[in-house]
């Protein structure tokens, strides 16, 4: 994840965007509890206690 916020920052630098280099801030650290808590979905509860913990408390 933190790969792709870094193609996404750089892209947002050489097009000049300051929202897309904003954007970046919060793809890297919430991507993955969001992506836990969507598979959560599919499978078990216990995944959702996983991925959702982290998301309330990057939020707060």
């Known amino acids: 994840m933190l790969i792709l916020s870094g193609i996404i920052a750089s892209y947002g630098l050489l ?12 793809v890297a650290p919430l ?6 808590s969507a598979l959560s979905l599919s ?6 206690r996983i991925g959702c ?8």
């Open 15 to 26: 097009t000049n965007s300051a929202p897309v280099v904003i954007g970046t801030m919060l």
């Open 31 to 36: 991507m993955t509890p969001i992506i836990g």
């Open 43 to 48: 499978y078990t509860e216990k995944f959702s």
């Open 53 to 60: 913990q982290p998301q309330i408390g990057g939020r707060l």
